[in-house]
């Protein structure tokens, strides 16, 4: 019964190709988002959808492109991928309130090579 | 810009004993302040939170102190235990605006049985 799953754990590409990453929540909540973890640790916010409309869009480079197709699920399109796209990417959901109250799932660790 | 920040990469305490972690913002729209705890290979996990209205909140072991003036707020472990090492990212947000968690670096906490 986990709450918040991504699929795959481990990612290892090449450079040039395209990749996507998968979430899903089954919490019921409304608000789901894309962090990125990268080699110096911090943990930033991507994106965030809120009932499959985009609310926040951090400076992503326009190759990363969310996909929601429902409220439970939002996933991670990358195109071109690139050596610096080396990170962990973590899915996230919060519900209405308190949104700051956020449910992260395990983590998808790309690598580019 | 790091608006917020964990000084302090790793902290090692013996069991029994208090474990402080420490965590400073910038930011002076933040209201709500929050604390995660990240086992390897898992996603963040929410621990305690605390308003900007209050300067203490307190869930069994774990209490967060926080100071306005200083811009500076502190996660206390009593008793610690083995099971607590873990790494501790410290959180903020801005409620009434982006409702955006901004992250620390995390601190890794090691409790010595």
């Known amino acids: 019964d986990t709450a918040v799953s991504q699929t795959p754990k481990y990612l290892v590409t090449q450079m040039g190709n395209d990749k996507s990453i998968k979430c899903e929540q089954n919490?019921?909540?409304?608000?789901m988002y894309w962090y990125k973890q990268d080699s110096k640790k911090f943990l930033k916010i991507m994106f965030s959808?809120?009932?499959?409309?985009?609310?926040i869009n951090e400076t992503v480079p326009n190759r990363f492109s969310p996909k929601s197709p429902d409220k439970a699920h939002l996933n991670l399109h990358i195109n071109s991928l690139e050596l610096g796209d080396s990170a962990v990417y973590f899915c996230?959901?919060?519900?209405?309130?308190?949104?700051?109250?956020?449910?992260f799932g395990p983590g998808t660790r790309l690598t580019v090579t | 810009d790091q608006q917020v920040k964990q000084n302090s990469p790793s902290l090692s305490v013996q069991e029994g004993r208090i474990s402080i972690l420490n965590c400073d913002y910038t930011?002076?729209?933040?209201?709500?302040f929050l604390w995660y705890k990240k086992y390897p290979a898992e996603g963040p996990t929410f621990l305690i939170s605390?308003?900007?209205?209050?300067d203490k909140n307190e869930d069994g072991r774990f209490t967060v102190f926080l100071n306005k003036s200083a811009k500076h707020l502190s996660l206390h472990i009593v008793p610690s235990q083995p099971g607590d090492s873990a790494v501790y990212f410290c959180?903020?947000?801005?409620?009434?605006?982006?409702?955006?968690?901004?992250f620390g670096k995390g601190t890794k906490l090691t409790v010595n049985p």
């Open positions: 996230a959901s919060s519900p209405r309130t308190p949104r700051y109250e956020q449910y």
């Open positions: 919490l019921g909540h409304d608000t």
């Open positions: 959808y809120n009932n499959k409309e985009l609310i």
């Open positions: 930011n002076s729209m933040f209201d709500y």
């Open positions: 605390i308003s900007s209205i209050k």
């Open positions: 959180a903020a947000s801005d409620q009434g605006g982006s409702e955006k968690l901004v």
